[in-house]
């Protein structure tokens, strides 16, 4: 089995800064690339960024989060690391760890709730 893991979500003002956490651990062999979705109540759950293990560790980042999110990742674990900055009350939602393995497999965390609000 493999266990995802998030961390690190909460209460923020507007303006203010979150980092959230996420790792993955038991039978993985392997990673293609980590990366972070968020759900909003009555929306879909959409991308805001991921990191490639592999290729120079290749970034990509969700228009609406560009300048203000900064993804990481661990050297020797399988973990990657959502700093959050200048949130807004646009950027509360459940935000979720997604996890690409070899043979295109996705695992998926249960998720962090990030609430901006005055």
């Known amino acids: 089995q493999v266990q995802v893991v998030e961390s690190g979500g909460g209460l923020v003002q507007p303006g203010g800064s979150l980092r959230l956490s996420c790792e993955a651990s038991g039978r993985i062999s392997g990673v293609y690339g980590m990366g972070w979705f968020r759900q909003a109540p009555g929306k879909e759950r959409e991308f805001v960024a991921r990191?490639?293990?592999?290729?120079?560790?290749?970034?990509l980042y969700a228009d609406s989060v560009k300048g203000r999110f900064a993804i990481s990742r661990h050297k020797t674990k399988y973990a990657v690391y959502l700093q959050m900055n200048n949130l807004e009350p646009e950027d509360t939602a459940v935000y979720y760890c997604?996890?690409?393995?070899?043979?295109?497999?996705?695992?998926w965390g249960k998720g962090t709730q990030v609430t901006v609000s005055s």
């Open positions: 997604n996890v690409v393995a070899p043979g295109t497999v996705n695992y």
């Open positions: 990191i490639r293990w592999g290729g120079g560790g290749d970034i």
